[in-house]
């Protein structure tokens, strides 16, 4: 018997069954709470619970108005996950700049440890069954995403994690297609450039 | 700009770092989902309870009743005062809703620092000798006079003034015998000498142990908010107070502002009680209260069997140890 889908969950919840909300939460609970982390990153850790709460709370006021948009309920779960983190950000003080990609043509992005620093380490190719490689990889790309904007790593975490094409992105986050596919490609950019020997060679450069 | 944004390797070595990343198995903490969930359930239980029509990233509108939103307009304003270090003014006339549901053992939450005819305390303060008050509030910043309140519980809380070697804990002592003559002396003493700075700390505590009520209007003076903030930090969560912020328990959708009596008794009880604490973890289903300012928590306690657990933005988190009938008289009090 299949599971039935976000969709059905939801408007089984909208319609009084509470449970149907607690399969929903258990099933989205970890990745949104991964993507609030990540989104929010170090400076602002303390603050990931209260996002997440906030989302969900959102969520649940919203049980008798929602209706599908043409993305799935978990993009749109996501995406009030990445405004209400938005906002935390710029009460934080942190800059968040609507138009990220401003600034960015013609500069070559220099990560805070260059490429050089991982030579040491295997090719990600040679070492692709190695799961401490592997998670020395994603250790050092959390610290990558540490320097991008938020709204690449939003575009980067929606579209990897989430993984989300990037016309869903784009309308999820209401963005233009262009705009959302020119944030990802620097967010690729970057961190291609940053992960250095963690990404194949004839990628990494 | 290269265009190997969507290369298949690439991406796929990007999700497999991020799927072994140290956070790849990170889920939220218990508690969350007790909240939510409860929330949920809450929410369900409402018949016809219609809501508002939600955009995507819709701003969640608090959904308080009008004596929420007025209780949460006396607690700014008390909080404002606090953080001017100007005495509230007297609020004594209506007290907060939570005072009537407070047990009977329970100490009325005057309001902070009203003047002393206005509340219950006044009688006690007839029976029990007036200790170091009037030299707290001559000498402290009203922070630490607002929540002066005579605190019945305090007196059967393991003595704070152990080290105090000034009149004041004569006084207390004197109280605890019942020597209520040898106490008044002392409150003489103390109002007539004045106190040299560093006995300050010990006053201090001497007058959170006694339940001596506020102090005289005479003696209440405005202290300047420096001074108050120069002070030894009672309570961690002190550095934290700023105009305009809010207290209320959580979860969201009903969040409930908390009065000025409850955040008074809170302070009143955990004083000098709180040490840094390494362990954060709170159990599922306890009690919590948040430190907003707008939208942003500053803080949170967690009120759990016998502590209350403070965890701000600065580790490390503080836990002050409370006994069963304390904890629930300040439950009682902080409206839950």
Request: charged content about 20%; proline content about 8%; overall charge neutral.
């Amino acid at each position: 018997m299949s599971q039935p889908s976000d969709d059905q969950l939801m408007r089984a919840f909208a319609a009084g069954d509470a449970a149907a909300f607690e399969a929903l939460y258990t099933r989205h609970q970890a990745a949104l709470y991964r993507f609030v982390r990540r989104l929010l990153g170090a400076a602002a850790a303390t603050q990931a619970d209260e996002v997440f709460q906030d989302t969900w709370e959102r969520a649940i006021q919203a049980r008798h108005s929602w209706l599908p948009q043409g993305a799935t309920w978990r993009t749109w779960l996501f995406t009030l996950a990445h405004h209400r983190a938005v906002d935390c950000l710029r009460k934080l003080g942190r800059e968040v700049s609507v138009h990220s990609d401003e600034g960015d043509e013609g500069e070559p992005w220099e990560p805070e440890a260059a490429a050089d620093a991982w030579a040491g380490w295997p090719a990600a190719s040679a070492q692709a069954e190695d799961i401490f490689f592997w998670r020395a990889a994603g250790q050092r790309l959390l610290d990558c995403l540490e320097g991008l904007p938020v709204a690449q790593k939003t575009v980067f975490l929606l579209h990897h994690e989430d993984g989300l094409a990037v016309e869903e992105m784009a309308r999820a986050l209401e963005l233009g297609f262009e705009t959302a596919k020119t944030r990802l490609r620097y967010a690729m950019s970057k961190l291609r450039t940053c992960m250095g020997a963690y990404l194949p060679p004839k990628l990494s450069t | 700009m290269n265009e190997r944004m969507s290369t298949p390797t690439s991406d796929e070595h990007l999700r497999q770092a991020l799927r072994h990343a140290p956070d790849a198995d990170v889920s939220a903490p218990a508690y969350l989902r007790a909240q939510i969930v409860a929330s949920a359930h809450r929410s369900t239980a409402q018949p016809g309870a219609a809501k508002p029509a939600s955009r995507w990233g819709a701003r969640r509108v608090p959904r308080w009743g009008a004596s929420g939103a007025l209780a949460t307009v006396v607690l700014t304003g008390f909080i404002g005062l606090l953080w001017r270090g100007e005495t509230p003014a007297p609020m004594a006339d209506k007290p907060a809703p939570v005072v009537a549901q407070a047990p009977a053992h329970a100490p009325t939450p005057t309001p902070a620092a009203a003047p002393a005819p206005a509340t219950s305390a006044e009688p006690d303060a007839k029976r029990r000798p007036a200790t170091a008050t009037e030299v707290r509030a001559d000498k402290v910043a009203t922070l630490n006079k607002a929540e002066s309140a005579p605190a019945p519980r305090l007196q059967n809380a393991p003595p704070q003034v152990a080290d105090s070697a000034d009149s004041a804990e004569s006084a207390e002592s004197a109280r605890l015998a019942g020597a209520t003559q040898a106490a008044q002396a002392s409150r003489k003493e103390a109002l007539e000498v004045p106190r040299p700075a560093p006995a300050l700390a010990s006053a201090e505590r001497a007058a959170d142990a006694s339940p001596a009520t506020a102090a005289a209007p005479a003696l209440r003076q405005r202290m300047p908010a420096a001074a108050a903030l120069s002070t030894a930090a009672p309570w961690p969560w002190r550095e934290t107070l700023q105009e305009g912020d809010q207290v209320q328990w959580w979860p969201a959708g009903e969040s409930r502002p908390v009065t000025v009596a409850g955040l008074q008794q809170l302070m009143q009880a955990t004083r000098g009680r709180w040490q840094p604490v390494q362990d954060t973890a709170a159990g599922q289903d306890v009690q919590q209260l948040r430190w907003l300012r707008g939208d942003i928590t500053l803080g949170r306690f967690w009120f759990e069997s016998d502590t209350v657990l403070w965890c701000g933005a600065a580790p490390p988190c503080q836990r002050a140890a409370l006994d069963g009938p304390a904890l629930r008289a300040l439950l009682s009090a902080l409206g839950r």
